[in-house]
């Protein structure tokens, strides 16, 4: 199973990224996604996840009407749209399928 991350980068704040991860070697479709950001000293925390075909979607406090996860299945791949970028929003994000396989992880930086 491989988890890629892309997207990540350095940003004013205000501005937009839109991170993606592309998941191989099972059934995409068959897996709740999620993604998880981790900043420098602090825990890894849940930002946002998407169930299997979509229909049911969660988010972090913080990330609430900034943010949007989706997916296409047909490509095997989930997005998080993160809008109105805070300089709290720097870490590294990490795309996790189902329970147990994870990505290597992005790194998303906000700063002018």
């Known amino acids: 199973v491989q988890v890629v991350e892309s997207g990540g980068g350095l940003v004013q704040p205000g501005g937009s990224l839109r991170l993606s991860c592309t998941a191989s070697g099972l059934t995409f479709s068959s897996y709740d996604m999620s993604w998880y950001r981790q900043a420098p000293g602090k825990e890894r925390e849940l930002v946002a996840g998407?169930?299997?075909?979509?229909?049911?979607?969660n988010y972090a406090d913080s990330v609430k009407g900034r943010f949007t996860i989706s997916r296409d299945n047909a490509k095997r791949t989930v997005y998080l749209q993160m809008n109105s970028l805070k300089p709290e929003d720097t870490a590294i994000y990490y795309c996790?399928?189902?329970?147990?396989?994870w990505g290597q992880g992005t790194q998303v930086t906000v700063s002018s």
């Open positions: 996790k399928l189902g329970p147990d396989y």
């Open positions: 998407i169930s299997s075909f979509g229909g049911s979607t």
